[in-house]
């Protein structure tokens, strides 16, 4: 069974390793080679993770195995997708990876109760992007109430991929 703990600027180098290699798995054959190589090279560097490490409204969680091998990480941040009429005080789950054989067992539910729990006690309004061809991500997070509100291009390289923008009903009353 993983383990999951909130990840320090020292995980940087191990995180910038799992997202490149998650990334890669996940979406690497939907991109020219120089397209991901740019993505990766900014958004899954050992800079990237020290400067989000840092930043004190952020937080990350990692899962490791019994042995310390890390299998997935997610990540929340005050929100910084194009969402119209964003109110004030929203915060955003960014990033909820796990490794391909790692998947289906429960570690990214848990990822999401941690991170959801973690959004709602810093922000009033929680949002989410996600690829528009990814539809059993889509179904998991409408099974926690999120709901489609916009659309835009995410650039990966040159390349742009059609996100869906979700925003999660309000759980406060």
Same mark, same amino acid.
């Given at each position: 069974? @993983?383990?999951? #703990? #909130?990840?320090?600027?020292?995980? +940087?180098?191990?995180?910038?390793?799992?997202?490149?290699?998650?990334?890669?798995?996940?979406?690497?054959? %939907? /991109? @020219?080679?120089? =397209? %991901?190589?740019?993505?990766?090279?900014?958004?899954? *560097?050992?800079?990237?993770? !020290?400067?989000?490490?840092? =930043?004190?409204?952020? +937080?990350?969680?990692?899962?490791?195995?019994?042995?310390?091998?890390?299998?997935? /990480?997610?990540?929340? @941040?005050?929100?910084?997708?194009?969402?119209?009429?964003?109110?004030?005080?929203?915060?955003? %789950?960014?990033?909820?990876?796990?490794?391909?054989?790692?998947?289906?067992?429960?570690?990214?539910?848990?990822?999401?109760?941690?991170?959801?729990?973690?959004? !709602?006690? &810093?922000?009033? &309004?929680?949002?989410?992007?996600?690829? *528009?061809?990814? +539809?059993?991500?889509?179904?998991?997070?409408?099974?926690?109430?999120?709901?489609?509100? +916009?659309?835009?291009?995410?650039?990966?390289?040159?390349?742009?991929?059609?996100?869906?923008?979700?925003?999660?009903?309000?759980?406060?009353?």
């Amino acid at each position: 069974m @993983a383990q999951i #703990r #909130r990840a320090t600027v020292a995980d +940087a180098p191990a995180l910038s390793r799992l997202g490149a290699v998650t990334f890669k798995d996940t979406f690497g054959h %939907l /991109y @020219a080679p120089e =397209d %991901l190589e740019e993505f990766l090279t900014y958004n899954h *560097s050992v800079d990237y993770f !020290e400067d989000f490490l840092n =930043d004190p409204e952020a +937080a990350a969680w990692v899962a490791e195995t019994p042995d310390g091998e890390m299998i997935g /990480y997610c990540t929340a @941040a005050p929100c910084s997708l194009p969402a119209p009429d964003m109110p004030e005080n929203s915060g955003e %789950l960014c990033r909820l990876y796990l490794l391909p054989q790692c998947q289906g067992q429960g570690v990214g539910k848990a990822f999401l109760n941690i991170a959801l729990d973690w959004i !709602e006690r &810093h922000f009033d &309004h929680t949002y989410i992007g996600v690829f *528009s061809e990814n +539809a059993g991500a889509q179904k998991l997070y409408q099974s926690y109430g999120f709901e489609k509100v +916009a659309e835009y291009h995410f650039l990966v390289g040159k390349h742009p991929d059609l996100e869906w923008i979700m925003k999660r009903r309000s759980q406060k009353a």
